[in-house]
């Protein structure tokens, strides 16, 4: 029996950014919105540490652990059939060095086989992601805003251009194969994606880069609804939440009343 791999290689999604064609990346967290995504075209699928808020309820992405980030993914790696499937490091196991990193890194690769994993952090980070990568892992960087760093240094838009420059070099040259630029003054992120031989992609951070990432639940209003939560660059694409609400009103108010379910809806009795 051959086993089933991603079809998208590093090198398909390198050679993405040569040819000019634009990266689509989605996070998914579970088997049928992982299919759905890979059947839709989506090129990578990130199953990010964003879990935390718009599935577990968390307040920040710091209480994630590495057997959740396992189960997740490897629900998604399973539902993938063309996508790659990268998983988020949970904190803080790149913050504590490349020999931690390498651990949980082959930890995660060896029980879930996705694709590739992604490791937040620019410069300060540089020896870990080579570390990764020397142990046979690809690796996505993530520059910009770091939600792991939350306590250090708030949620910010990125606003200085030769500390962010700094970071995402470091990062290419560690080995990492693309890079997410996260919440970045815009222009910035175009330079940004000029200057790395490696795609970039962004969330939050203009059209100039090579791909663009969207957290699920924000792509469909799914997380809690309010339109105050929501982050200015999330676009949404269709209202489940209104949807959702909907129909499980609708539900409530035919099981009070009596109209579901139908006869149709019932098993007759056994002859
Ligand atoms: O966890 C996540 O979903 C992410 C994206 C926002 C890039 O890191």
């Known amino acids: 029996m051959v086993a089933k791999t991603s079809a998208l290689s590093i090198a398909h999604i390198l050679r993405m950014k040569d040819a000019g064609e634009k990266i689509a990346v989605v996070t998914a967290y579970d088997f049928p919105t992982g299919r759905m995504a890979d059947a839709a075209g989506i090129d990578v699928i990130l199953v990010g540490d964003s879990v935390a808020s718009v599935v577990q309820g968390r307040?920040?992405?710091?209480?994630?652990?590495?057997?959740?980030?396992?189960?997740?993914?490897?629900?998604?790696?399973?539902?993938?059939?063309?996508?790659?499937?990268?998983?988020?490091?949970?904190?803080?196991?790149?913050?504590?060095?490349?020999?931690?990193?390498?651990?949980?890194?082959?930890?995660v690769v060896k029980e879930t086989n996705v694709g590739a994993v992604k490791i937040e952090g620019g410069a300060k980070r540089a020896e870990t992601v080579r570390a990764v990568v020397e142990a046979g892992i690809p690796v996505l960087?993530?520059?910009?805003?770091?939600?792991?760093?939350?306590?250090?240094?708030?949620?910010?838009?990125?606003?200085?251009?030769?500390?962010?420059?700094?970071?995402?070099?470091?990062?290419?040259?560690?080995?990492?194969?693309?890079?997410?630029?996260?919440?970045?003054?815009?222009?910035?992120?175009?330079?940004?994606?000029?200057?790395?031989?490696?795609?970039?992609?962004?969330?939050?951070?203009?059209?100039?880069?090579?791909?663009?990432?969207?957290?699920?639940?924000?792509?469909?209003?799914?997380?809690?609804?309010?339109?105050?939560?929501?982050?200015?660059?999330?676009?949404?694409?269709?209202?489940?939440?209104?949807?959702?609400?909907e129909g499980l009103r609708e539900y409530v108010s035919d099981v009070k009343e009596g109209r579901f379910p139908n006869d149709t809806e019932s098993f007759g009795a056994s002859k």
Request: proline share 5%.
């Open 59 to 107: 307040p920040t992405t710091l209480g994630v652990r590495l057997e959740e980030t396992i189960y997740h993914t490897e629900m998604v790696q399973r539902a993938a059939t063309r996508a790659l499937v990268v998983a988020d490091v949970p904190f803080p196991y790149c913050q504590l060095g490349p020999e931690e990193a390498v651990r949980a890194c082959a930890r």
């Open 141 to 245: 960087g993530h520059c910009g805003l770091a939600p792991q760093s939350v306590k250090a240094q708030g949620y910010r838009i990125q606003r200085d251009l030769d500390r962010l420059l700094e970071d995402a070099l470091a990062i290419q040259e560690a080995g990492a194969f693309a890079i997410v630029l996260e919440c970045v003054q815009r222009d910035y992120a175009e330079e940004v994606t000029r200057k790395l031989r490696v795609p970039t992609i962004g969330i939050g951070a203009g059209a100039g880069c090579d791909g663009q990432i969207l957290v699920f639940h924000d792509l469909f209003n799914f997380a809690d609804g309010e339109p105050t939560e929501r982050p200015k660059h999330a676009r949404v694409y269709r209202d489940l939440h209104k949807i959702i609400d």
